[in-house]
């Protein structure tokens, strides 16, 4: 049932309304991989936990996101099996990106929050980074993933969103070279790679490495063997 | 009158239903780089045409599209200054794309189908290109964008559209690996080669020549300088 419940969700977005009446309905919540959920669903979600071994992703998409960036990294991570969730910040409504492509997303980030993700990631444009530092319910969702040991990843202008939230601190970090300058004196900045991991942060530098990043998140969540394949898929490996 | 017309219609997508009128209204029409017009607004038209010298490509996306080879080739065409248009092959409403993003079209093939542009532009998806193969209106739009010699573009499976609605027959010609065997037999099929440009023909291979695609497409339509300094903005140069 839970799963029929889910995949309807997720493939028709006008769901999600009667989603969030349900979980809005329901006092006392069990927050799962995928939601949250009134008490007593609980034991049906366990068990659907337990039997679907697949990570998770919650990619964020904000007004002035870039939609490359975006595309990217939810695109690869699903070709690697990974159960990606697309939350619009400021809700489900279709999100113009930097270069006005509109893309829709699954839910909004005010449902979605409630839920649990092997990884946050958030994609770089300049008007995107600005909302998302903006975002006080995203940066209590960032705290909460940092202090859990989960991913949290951001590319290009993203890891300025990092700082606004207190993300990472000290940790070896990358970015879009343009804002290099707001970052060095919180990250030990690294300059001369596609992608950093530092423990469970990872970060990337533009679209130019937006296929490095996915792939890097992929292997992460899904092993190296996956990875590869889908790199191959894709013709890049 | 004319570029606030337009800058409406493409910032606001409900907008498409009153220009839809303006153009079925009108029997008389004139085919312009913009769209399909009223003999009375000629004169304006030409004006336009004149004092805008951007280049135009319009962009197919049809369901099962993949949204990689979509969202690079809009994106990267826009960071060159060429003037996108995106159609809906089935109309105006969002598209689901090869791995589960939605987009929302600028507008439909049936009313972009008027315009005149210097690239016509088909992203791959095995879905994608079935949906593209087996649309008439898409074919003859394709033929008459071949017979004025302007140009055709196609990556991953979507050169088998070419095929179904028999474009650039006898030409050099790549496409994804996989479907190689339906396209030897009519074309001069290329395989070690990321962009293959045969005079107004221009085809790539998958996602992961994503980026070279569109920026050959930004080189043919806005120069090797413009390119050079999109692919820089990219961090991929």
Chains 1, 2 share one sequence.
């Not at 006008?14 to 609980?42: C, D, M, P, R, W």
């Not at 207190?166 to 707001?182: A, C, E, F, Q, R």
Request: hydrophobic residues 45%; proline residues 3%; charged residues 20%.
């Amino acid at each position: 049932m839970f799963v029929a419940l889910r995949r309807s969700l997720f493939n028709n977005r006008e769901l999600n309304k009667i989603y969030t009446q349900f979980a809005s309905t329901n006092s006392t919540t069990t927050k799962t991989k995928f939601g949250v959920f009134s008490s007593k669903t609980h034991w049906n979600l366990s068990y659907s936990t337990t039997c679907n071994m697949s990570k998770t992703a919650l990619v964020i998409l904000a007004p002035g996101s870039e939609e490359m960036e975006f595309v990217i990294a939810a695109d690869v991570l699903r070709r690697a099996g990974v159960k990606v969730t697309v939350a619009g910040l400021a809700g489900v409504d279709a999100v113009q990106c930097s270069r006005d492509v509109c893309i829709v997303p699954d839910t909004s980030l005010d449902i979605a929050k409630g839920g649990l993700y092997d990884a946050i990631v958030l994609p770089g444009g300049l008007g995107g980074a600005k909302a998302m530092s903006e975002s006080a319910e995203l940066g209590a969702l960032l705290k909460e993933q940092e202090a859990a040991g989960r991913i949290v990843a951001a590319i290009c202008a993203a890891p300025t969103a990092l700082l606004a939230h207190g993300i990472g601190s000290g940790k070896n970090l990358t970015s879009y070279p343009s804002v290099k300058d707001k970052l060095v004196d919180t990250y030990k900045y690294v300059d001369d790679q596609k992608v950093v991991q530092d423990g469970n942060l990872i970060t990337s530098r533009g679209p130019g490495t937006a296929f490095d990043f996915g792939l890097k998140l992929a292997e992460v969540l899904a092993g190296a063997d996956k990875a590869k394949e889908v790199a191959k898929g894709m013709l890049l490996a």
